[in-house]
């Protein structure tokens, strides 16, 4: 009742608007849902309401809680706008908080416009840097290529691959100097991520350029992911070559 005694004026939706952000758990009317959102638009409020959550998160944080309910609402709120601008600023603090739950304002499917993926692969990049969470622009492009495989371009099937191998690069110890195909991996994390990149190169479709891949791979690394570019290129006498002298494995000749 209190809420309908709102009279239709700018400055009243307003703080409507800031009422709204934190009593999420009332139940509205769908009109009255309806009404809410198109005042948001009109009155275009979205930083406003966005800094609300955002002081909100770094005041629990400082009060040593983690904030994870403001973190689901800024969420929840992100992954429906369309500006781009204000979907990269305030979803920043979001990934110190949890990485995953950041994720899903890139991969949402409850815009009405469909974010630049090549801005989005750029802020995840940044994003991730400083963080201990070297899978996150594999995630995203994993997904973006699953639920968009045919109008993707080229380039994110190759990113994807790149970001495959400089991942699993990582987890290789520099004085080891012996290649063992993926079942013989003693490293869990690094055996999790070179399975999940010959899925994708055997993948019918995965659309990644296979010459610039070899052309780009590691010398002496993923060989066995080496052997199957050559095999998608028709070079089978040199695949062969590495499964017999390099991995001596009869068991992927046959």
């Known amino acids: 009742k209190a809420l309908r005694a709102f009279s239709d004026t700018s400055k009243r939706w307003e703080a409507l608007v800031e009422l ?8 509205f009317t769908p009109a009255e849902n309806l009404k809410l959102k198109h005042r948001y638009a009109s009155c275009n409020m979205h930083r406003k309401a966005l800094n609300l959550l955002s002081n909100r998160l770094e005041d629990e944080r400082r009060d040593n ?10 969420v929840d709120y992100l992954s429906r706008l369309n500006d781009e601008n204000l979907v990269y600023e305030f979803s ?71 970001q495959y191998v400089d991942v699993t690069e990582k987890y290789y110890n520099v004085s080891s100097k012996t290649e063992v195909p993926i079942d013989r991996e003693t490293s869990g ?8 990149l010959m899925n994708f190169l055997s993948s019918e479709n995965a659309r990644y350029d296979a010459k610039q891949m070899l052309e780009e791979f590691p010398p002496t690394r993923l060989l066995e992911e080496r052997a199957l570019l050559l095999r998608r290129l028709g070079l089978h006498d040199r695949a062969l070559h590495i499964y017999v002298h390099k991995l001596k494995s009869l068991k992927m000749v046959v």
């Not at 709204?20 to 139940?27: E, K, L, P």
């Not at 963080?131 to 622009?137: A, K, Q, R, Y």
């Open 189 to 196: 994390r690094r055996k999790s991520l070179r399975t999940r």
């Open 65 to 74: 809680a983690d904030g994870r309910k403001f973190v689901i609402r800024m």
């Open 20 to 27: 709204y952000v934190f009593i999420r758990d009332v139940s």
């Open 92 to 162: 920043r603090p979001i990934f110190n908080v949890d990485c995953n739950l950041a994720l899903r304002v890139f991969t949402s499917t409850k815009r009405t416009v469909q974010l630049d993926p090549r801005r989005v692969l750029a802020h995840l990049k940044s994003c991730s840097a400083g963080l201990h969470e070297d899978t996150l622009v594999i995630s995203y492009l994993e997904c973006m290529i699953e639920t968009n495989e045919k109008s993707l371009d080229v380039e994110f099937h190759n990113e994807l691959v790149h």
